[in-house]
């Protein structure tokens, strides 16, 4: 038994995504397993450790060369197989190599998918000795289960804390100190397989894993895949981020998460805390929850590379579980609104320092104008691409544009949820624009309320005056964030990529020259949300600089493609996938200086942003642009 386990001081883009349409675990390069939730994306982690560096207090398993009393090593090749998330990493270890095969198991053929992490190591090469270390801390690695050895045909740890059971499953496995470890040599050509089951306490004990589930995987991920009818440039990258996209998919209810992680900050660590007035707040949020706004976003990705049932899921979820007279921000996955924010202090948070750690969202209960325009964005391409809604779709439609005509006027939090003071922001007046324009479409379309779709396309087209009026900063030539403010925010690239402006329009131009001008100007090109300050609180109500926002670079690189500056989208997305980490992962920021991932990892919203600009630079390299609305959809 070792006395030394694994440190957890790895970066954020360090991390490997494993998935399963039901949870999601990251992985680090030395094997360890240090972010499960279980038995779904939104319960509380089993390994925590990726928001402490305390692993045998909150959480992590660690697979791979027995290494006792010495830091383990990191794997010499790490790769996912295929067109899924199934993770391969290989070590060379003295006296042989082992690979160590990473999966979440995939749903079945009822959609069924069950909450089991396995883990295969396989000796190709000499003899080599596999180490299984293991830390189970439900609660967010506040409680230590109850151990006990049982046998249902192999041996099995039972792990019981309350209403929930935990199985591991491989060669038996001893307890010392509540870490429970096991052993075993292998020669060239043997395997373990190492499994984690969750079951509810009292239910029927899951049965041990039967050897076939890797190949079950695999086979789902790759004819999941099969269907994507991209087939240009750009594919391997369209690819990996939408089978991003899919692994943040709840299957049981075709919800997705934000990101499948909480409190990863997006604060810059390279800025002391000591030099921010009166916070030790490091910008740390739980995207665990359904966003209307972020997921309407993927949906678009998927119907442009021919994933439907993806788009029908989301729109059955939203038509379900919403109010179109009561929209919220965020939901959890069930549709329930129990999303209210509160701190664990237990944990010190990523790298010892990133706190607080955060589950909940507080953004919950705030005014943002944009959400409504986004859901009809989205309704309005699934009728494009030939999923009509019918009445149902139009009605809720409706009563959305209707709320959109009572609060338009009001000053919000912006689609950046600001905790500062409401304003009037540009972005959040050109999304209730395009919530006026999409209703009238969609209105026209049926025709259903002539009378309703008239008064709202002559409210839409003076949103639209006031946008370009009280939106731009004449002298610039260009949006601003607010209604009479200096400062940028590159969210106003919407008012390009929509269709509010026309790409031809000086305004359009000259705001996405602005843009990369003033918030793209850093060594790397990527893109900034706004301006932040280290010594002043912002306009979002926190103090400190942030990292560059990545989806604001791939909207600059859609909005360049759509005004005709393609070397300039090319230069963008160029910037963008160079910070990728070498499995094709973003996070949702990124420090320039230090070159870290900053933010919840890896983040959806990155991933679909990254999918729409390769379109629009692919049909801007080709010269086959359709018109600006078609176009501007595949953006946002």
Request: with cysteine; charged share 20%.
């Amino acid at each position: 038994m070792p006395t030394r386990t694994t440190d957890t001081r790895n970066l954020i883009e360090d991390h490997a995504l494993l998935g399963n349409c039901r949870t999601a675990a990251l992985s680090t390069p030395d094997g360890t397993i240090d972010w499960l939730c279980l038995p779904g994306f939104d319960s509380p982690a089993v390994f925590t450790s990726l928001l402490s560096t305390d692993p045998e207090s909150h959480g992590f398993w660690r697979v791979g060369p027995a290494s006792p009393g010495a830091t383990p090593p990191p794997a010499d090749l790490r790769s996912y197989l295929g067109t899924s998330t199934v993770l391969e990493q290989t070590w060379h270890a003295p006296g042989g190599t082992l690979t160590v095969t990473d999966f979440l198991v995939a749903p079945d053929a009822t959609g069924y998918a069950p909450a089991q992490l396995i883990r295969v190591a396989t000796c190709t090469e000499g003899v080599v000795t596999v180490a299984s270390e293991t830390a189970v801390r439900p609660g967010y690695g506040a409680n230590t289960p109850t151990a006990r050895q049982v046998t249902h045909g192999t041996p099995r740890t039972q792990l019981v804390d309350g209403a929930d059971t935990y199985w591991l499953d491989g060669p038996a496995h001893s307890t010392l100190f509540d870490v429970q470890y096991a052993e075993a040599t292998l020669r060239a050509g043997e395997q373990r397989v190492f499994a984690l089951t969750w079951s509810a306490t009292g239910e029927p004990v899951p049965a041990p894993p039967t050897g076939r589930e890797l190949a079950t995987t695999l086979a789902w991920w790759e004819g999941w895949a099969s269907a994507c009818t991209y087939s240009g440039p750009y594919r391997d990258a369209v690819l990996r981020s939408l089978v991003t996209l899919k692994a943040m998919q709840d299957v049981a209810t075709g919800a997705f998460v934000a990101a499948p992680t909480t409190s990863l900050p997006e604060r810059l660590l390279h800025v002391p805390s000591q030099h921010l007035p009166g916070t030790t707040d490091w910008r740390t949020w739980d995207y665990r929850f359904f966003w209307p706004r972020d997921t309407a976003w993927y949906v678009r990705a998927f119907l442009h590379c021919g994933f439907v049932e993806e788009a029908l899921a989301w729109r059955e979820w939203v038509l379900t579980h919403t109010d179109p007279r009561a929209l919220r921000p965020l939901y959890r996955l069930d549709g329930s609104t129990d999303t209210a924010e509160r701190i664990l202090g237990h944990l010190p948070g990523h790298l010892g320092v990133a706190r607080p750690v955060r589950v909940g969202n507080g953004a919950d209960g705030q005014l943002q104008l944009d959400v409504p325009g986004e859901l009809l964005n989205a309704f309005w391409q699934m009728e494009l691409h030939g999923l009509p809604g019918g009445t149902e779709v139009v009605e809720y439609a409706l009563q959305l544009a209707l709320q959109v005509e009572q609060t338009w006027q009001q000053r919000d939090s912006g689609m950046w949820e600001s905790r500062g003071e409401p304003q009037h922001y540009t972005s959040s007046q050109t999304w209730c624009w395009v919530a006026l324009d999409r209703a009238v479409l969609l209105l026209r379309r049926y025709g259903i309320h002539p009378e309703t779709a008239e008064r709202l396309e002559a409210l839409a087209a003076y949103v639209r005056i006031t946008v370009r009026a009280a939106g731009a900063d004449s002298q610039r030539i260009t949006l601003t964030q607010v209604y009479g403010g200096q400062d940028l925010d590159a969210s106003v690239l919407h008012a390009v990529t929509t269709g509010l402006l026309d790409p031809a329009d000086p305004l359009a131009t000259g705001t996405v020259q602005a843009v990369a001008r003033e918030l793209g100007g850093g060594p790397l090109g990527l893109v900034g949300r706004y301006p932040t300050r280290d010594t002043a609180v912002n306009i979002d109500g926190l103090p400190g600089r942030e990292g560059t926002f990545l989806p604001c670079t791939a909207w600059l690189a859609t909005a360049r493609a759509l005004t005709g500056d393609v070397d300039g989208a090319r230069a963008s997305i160029d910037a963008l996938l160079g910070v990728r980490n070498d499995l094709g992962l973003l996070a949702e920021e990124y420090d320039p200086v230090d070159r870290r991932h900053l933010g919840n990892f890896p983040q959806g919203m990155t991933a679909e942003a990254v999918v729409n600009a390769l379109l629009a630079l692919d049909a801007a390299e080709r010269h086959a642009a359709p018109e600006v609305p078609v176009l501007a959809d595949i953006a946002v």
